[in-house]
């Protein structure tokens, strides 16, 4: 059998309106739908976390990689209060719009925890939830999170720094990617809103997105958590806790690996996730 090529990606796919904001998404391969939400660094977007991923996952499933609202290329809503409600609201309105009733969710960082929100909220439209480095409890806020979010003129230099707390391997910081992340922020309203995410103390932020062991031990979905134990910008303890709470969960721990799993372990990254999602 020959292997079908790859999909072509860039940063800019599909749109639909939802919270009246036209929404970019990136869409591939067909089948049940599986939803992929990006982190909360500056400059991230669909593309940017997932461009790896979604051609494999593309082999199996329809893959749908959103930027969420204030995020990536995504329309701004000027004058946006960015909150967990706010952004549960946008992305139970892309749903809507695809007219997606049910779903899994693939999550990294800040969109295990936005998944794992709706999944409490609307049970019966989630099937599995799969996240990695995602910041389910709250913690004490590290340093690399705190410059991550607090960090609002962004050059090259700056944008390289900040790329370097990410992954455990330091090679894989190319100058692609640090213009791919530039090219997201770079627009001054999206500048702005960045911004506005996540105000001094940002310990305030952490504890506004996390949810409590109570509350995670209503999970009723299956979830897979993932995470790095080199992982400077959300401690692995955060997913060991999250795992305990949860009561179907399962949890994996790569040595040698920081926030960015689907990034540095790519290949055995989309192997588990293939199997969580098709068992």
């Known amino acids: 059998m020959i292997d079908a090529p790859a999909p072509t990606l860039s940063e800019i796919g599909k749109s639909v309106t939802a919270k009246g904001l036209k929404t970019n998404y990136l869409e ?21 976390n997932w461009r790896l991923v979604l051609p494999q996952i593309s082999r199996y499933a329809r893959a749908i990689a959103v930027d969420i609202a204030g995020f990536g290329f995504t329309e701004l809503e000027p004058g946006a209060v960015y909150t967990i409600d706010y952004w549960l609201d946008h992305l139970t309105g892309f749903l809507d719009a695809l007219g997606l009733e049910r779903a899994s969710f693939l999550g990294n960082s800040f969109g295990g925890v936005l998944a794992t929100h709706f999944a409490l909220r609307n049970p019966e439209r ?90 995670l031990a209503t999970l009723q979905c299956e979830a897979l958590l993932l995470h790095g134990r080199e992982d400077i910008v959300v401690p692995p303890d955060v997913s060991i806790r999250a795992h305990r709470a949860i009561p179907r969960s399962q949890l994996h721990m790569f040595g040698q690996t920081g926030h960015w799993v689907m990034i540095e372990r790519t290949r055995a990254f989309c192997a588990m996730i293939e199997e969580f999602f098709n068992n």
């Open 28 to 48: 591939v391969g067909e089948g049940k739908p599986i939803v992929l939400i990006h982190g909360s660094g500056p400059g991230v977007s669909a593309y940017a």
């Open 126 to 215: 989630v099937e599995k939830i799969a996240m990695m480095g995602s910041n389910l409890l709250s913690f004490e806020i590290t340093p690399a999170l705190d410059k991550l979010w607090g960090q609002h003129e962004l050059s090259r230099a700056v944008m390289t720094e900040h790329m370097r707390f990410f992954p455990w391997d330091q090679s894989i910081i190319t100058d692609d990617l640090v213009t791919s992340r530039l090219k997201a922020c770079e627009r001054p309203d999206y500048q702005a809103a960045f911004s506005s995410m996540f105000p001094a103390p940002r310990q305030n932020s952490v504890d506004a997105l996390a949810l409590t062991e109570d509350q």
